[in-house]
């Protein structure tokens, strides 16, 4: 009986989990070689900046606020598969926190996919609230990819679940 009640109340806890991204819908672009998964369709926008080519790829919904950002580096003849990304990396991560009221809380690094990349996480102050954002960086071929997602401190494990689930439905493609 106990281990029935225990299954019981481990699926309660997971389902949610499961079935919140089950609705989720796959987004992404062929252009920038990546695919993600997001609660619903996100705006995309397409940029240019001294040559490189910028697609956005934003959402928000009621809690929390997700992005994707490809900068193609081809138009000026930058490919990380043969030079050190960490210049370009640290510009980045203090574009990040240009913010006043910024903190970075921790810089880690992650691997998938047999690639290296780099995630901060930082706080935000909007009014009175604090906001949590989780960005990781990931430097491949000609392209610079920025993957985020934020929220509301107080809902901290919430943010995580879904943080979890965000990241993990990246793929990058050829």
């Not at 619903?40 to 790829?57: A, D, R, S, T, Y």
């Not at 990380?80 to 990396?89: A, G, H, I, L, V």
């Not at 903190?103 to 880690?108: A, G, K, P, R």
């Not at 996919?113 to 609230?129: A, C, F, P, R, S």
Request: hydrophobic share 40%; with cysteine.
């Amino acid at each position: 009986m106990r281990k029935i009640f225990t299954l019981l109340v481990l699926l309660i806890f997971v389902s949610p989990v499961a079935f919140a991204q089950s609705d989720w819908v796959k987004s992404g672009s062929v252009k920038s070689k990546i695919s993600f998964e997001c609660p619903e369709n996100p705006i995309v926008q397409n940029k240019e900046l001294n040559g490189i080519k910028i697609e956005v790829f934003s959402y928000k919904d009621a809690a929390t606020v997700y992005g994707v950002v490809a900068s193609d580096f081809s138009g000026v003849g930058l490919d990380f598969t043969y030079s050190d990304p960490t210049e370009y990396y640290q510009e980045m991560k203090e574009g990040s926190l240009l913010t006043g009221n910024a903190v970075l809380i921790s810089e880690t690094s992650v691997a998938y996919q047999k690639m290296l990349g780099k995630e901060i996480v930082y706080t935000v102050l909007v009014g009175e609230h604090e906001y949590t954002y989780y960005k990781r960086f990931f430097f491949r071929g000609k392209f610079i990819y920025q993957i985020a997602i934020g929220g509301p401190s107080r809902m901290k494990q919430f943010l995580n679940d879904k943080r979890n689930l965000f990241f993990n439905a990246v793929e990058f493609t050829d």
